[in-house]
């Protein structure tokens, strides 16, 4: 979780645009459809990062030194990020659907 987490902070960056790249690079860093208000899905994809890191420190904080001090924030953190994604699959769910 670590990594992909660090992985969408990187990418974040790259789409907010404080990398500093050539056309030819971001040629190849391009995707369709995310041109267009690049930082704002830049911005979203850094702080998902940040969440994501967050998680990843807490989880191998309680592995190692199981504390309570650990354990509840990760428990908690793991909670709400479960029904964020429960609901945002359920609006995906939906907005795919024939009949929405």
């Not at 899905?41 to 990062?49: D, K, N, R, S």
């Not at 969440?51 to 908690?76: M, R, S």
Request: overall charge positive; proline content about 3%; charged content about 10%.
């Amino acid at each position: 979780m670590g990594l992909m987490s660090l992985l969408s902070v990187i990418f974040g960056a790259i789409q907010s645009g404080k990398v500093p790249m050539d056309s030819k690079q971001k040629e190849i860093f391009a995707i369709k459809g995310l041109s267009s208000g690049a930082g704002g899905i830049g911005m979203a994809c850094i702080v998902v990062g940040v969440f994501g890191l967050l998680v990843a420190v807490l989880g191998c904080c309680t592995g190692k030194v199981k504390n309570p001090l650990c354990a509840i924030p990760y428990g908690i953190l793991t909670f709400v990020i479960t029904i964020v994604f429960l609901v945002f699959s359920l609006i995906g769910f939906a907005a795919s659907s024939t009949q929405a």
